[in-house]
């Protein structure tokens, strides 16, 4: 991300620290995309959001990365009023959070593959690591030396390209052009092309992305990977990314079975659902979630309500047929609230559960369990929280009726 990277509420210092902070996911949130031409962010506090304009006139939003980030979305959209808009690989649980805030179409649905690098065993021990300990085996002997890429092989990485892009074909898979590999940054903080060469010749190369804890593989190509190269250059990157600090490796989507044999050399690995969805419009509500959050928001929608009341029947609070009305009219406000509060205890704990047993040995599992039950205890204090807040709203409706009352 160079200094010239639009940055809208807030500074490039605020952003990654936001993105370091955060497991961010997807093909766009890492350096590669936000060097892109006409990619803006939007900082807000602890949460950020990006887009870009589309060749089609639609704006394209990634997911958006922090607490709340998609009202925070969702009120961009609303705000800047797009004739189209998309969001790319939105996770189940960010999805879920739309569900009553806006209206979407489902465009697309896949899996995809994370590594889990803090898991990794650099060693390769074990039945589990057989394959790729053969093929990184192989690969030293046939005198493949792994590097970073410099601008000087950039016509050979586009070579490479083409010879990848022939290969695919035959396999009935059509790649575009290569004019995108020329815009990449070669070396950056955040993003760096590794080969892998043997008598000079780049025989695989990729584009690496990574912020704090987490990196992207942006891209990687091979010629024909006959002595392992592909193998011996994602296993010499992973040894480089845990020496920098990262802990999740993206891997992308999860393409074939091929693909997903390959990937599963490198265990532990994760997989999930994400989505892509498009004419996202915010659904308008009478009276915003957000207004029902805290108690000081309640009181106003109490004061709200004696004006309304006043104003619609044009006499004053202290007539009984009044006090009458306004309590009724509470009443309502109450039960509908008490509905409101069950459906947010109910769509949040959804997105709490606790933590469910991993397929992982035990060893490894004895050194998670501690981290998934904080995260779990720490979901479950922010449910608490807003929780009490919606009771403290009924509290001031309930105290406002006992006042008409008295």
């Given at each position: ?384 929280e807003e929780w009490e807040d919606l009771r403290n ?14």
């Open positions: 991300m160079d200094d010239s990277f639009p940055i809208e509420g807030g500074t490039r210092a605020e952003l990654e620290k936001i993105l370091s902070l955060n497991r961010h996911y997807g093909h766009f949130v890492h350096p590669v995309a936000l060097a892109s031409e006409g990619v803006t962010a939007v900082v807000d506090e602890d949460r950020a959001i990006f887009y870009k304009d589309g060749d089609d006139g639609a704006v394209e939003y990634p997911p958006p990365i922090g607490r709340d980030a998609i009202c925070m979305l969702l009120n961009h959209i609303k705000k800047t009023k797009p004739e189209e808009s998309r969001v790319s690989r939105l996770e189940l649980a960010g999805l879920q959070l739309l569900d009553g805030k806006a209206d979407y179409v489902i465009d697309n649905e896949y899996k995809v593959i994370t590594n889990r690098l803090d898991q990794f065993d650099p060693q390769l021990q074990g039945p589990q690591y057989k394959r790729l300990r053969s093929d990184v085996r192989r690969a030293t002997r046939e005198g493949l030396v792994f590097s970073t890429a410099t601008k000087e092989d950039v016509d050979k990485i586009v070579e490479l390209y083409h010879s990848w892009k022939m290969f695919m074909g035959m396999r009935g898979k059509e790649l575009g052009e290569a004019d995108w590999i020329l815009e990449r940054p070669i070396a950056t903080g955040h993003y760096q092309i590794f080969k892998v060469e043997r008598d000079r010749d780049i025989l695989a190369a990729a584009g690496v992305g990574f912020f704090g804890e987490t990196a992207f593989m942006d891209f990687r190509i091979n010629n024909y990977n006959t002595c392992k190269a592909s193998e011996f250059l994602d296993y010499m990157i992973f040894l480089d990314l845990r020496k920098r600090g990262v802990k999740f490796l993206e891997r992308g989507v999860e393409f074939g079975t091929g693909l997903a044999n390959y990937k599963a050399k490198f265990p532990p690995i994760e997989t999930r659902v994400c989505y892509d969805i498009s004419k996202v419009r915010p659904i308008q509500m009478k009276i915003p979630l957000r207004v029902l959050s805290s108690t000081a928001a309640g009181l106003l929608l109490v004061i709200g309500l004696f004006s309304n009341i006043k104003y619609q029947y044009g006499v004053g609070i202290e007539g009984k047929k009044t006090t009458i009305k306004l309590e009724m009219v509470l009443a309502g406000r109450e039960k509908a609230l008490e509905k409101k509060i069950q459906e947010i205890f109910l769509s949040r704990l959804q997105l709490a559960p606790e933590p469910t047993p991993l397929k992982l040995p035990f060893e490894d599992w004895e050194m998670l369990k501690d981290m998934k039950w904080a995260e779990y205890e720490k979901r479950k204090e922010a449910l608490d709203v009924r509290s001031d409706i309930r105290h406002a009726r006992n006042i008409l009352d008295d």
